[in-house]
């Protein structure tokens, strides 16, 4: 809640700061919309996208139609924006992660531009992150050893001029997990 305690605040200011507060709460989604039902919905989606409806209602308690409903409505709000198959990465040979962390002198539109067409080309870099302090970007890969780095190092500082990259080799995943945690707090 805003309160104005300024007596000398004209109602023109306060109709602007009505409208600029309008503007920060738009970027916000409406909690409201999403109450311990579409909590339960979700933990069981995050757990498991291929329930069918009826497992889905029977977990959550709730009639088929209405879940059916309510998985709709997340998925047309952008809540849900998707449904995939987690795969075992080593099992399929890519058992090394690695943290790629890089600092870049340049970070005109135009290099952005090039950086993020050369990492979106790279199936193997699997997050991407712009940071905060003193690395500019830090990337996620998941490949088979070193030197498969090694070949997506050579990759991708021939696209893109980059000051400095680095990396560390996740020697022990602790925890890795998808899900989004649904409490309020």
């Given at each position: ?9 004209s ?40 329930l ?12 088929r ?11 047309d ?22 943290m790629?962390l ?34 500019d ?12 780095y ?5 990759r ?5 001029p ?12 602790i ?11």
């Amino acid at each position: 809640m805003i309160l104005c305690t300024h007596s000398h605040v004209s109602a023109e200011n306060m109709s602007q700061i009505s409208i600029d507060f309008q503007e920060f709460w738009d970027d916000y989604p409406d909690m409201s919309l999403i109450d311990e039902i579409d909590r339960r919905i979700l933990g069981e989606l995050q757990r498991d996208a291929t329930l069918s409806a009826d497992q889905l209602s029977e977990r959550v308690n709730l009639s088929r139609n209405a879940c059916w409903r309510r998985v709709r409505r997340l998925e047309d709000d952008g809540i849900i924006s998707g449904r995939v198959a987690l795969v075992d990465a080593e099992k399929l040979g890519l058992g090394l992660s690695v943290m790629i962390l890089i600092r870049t002198k340049n970070h005109d539109p135009e290099w952005l531009d090039g950086f993020r067409k050369a990492v979106a080309a790279m199936p193997e870099i699997t997050g991407v992150y712009r940071m905060t302090g003193d690395l500019d970007y830090v990337l996620r890969a998941r490949i088979a050893d070193v030197k498969a780095y090694d070949r997506l190092y050579q990759r991708l500082i021939a696209k893109v001029p980059l000051a400095d990259v680095s990396a560390s080799f996740v020697m022990e995943e602790i925890k890795d997990t998808t899900v989004v945690p649904l409490e309020i707090r």
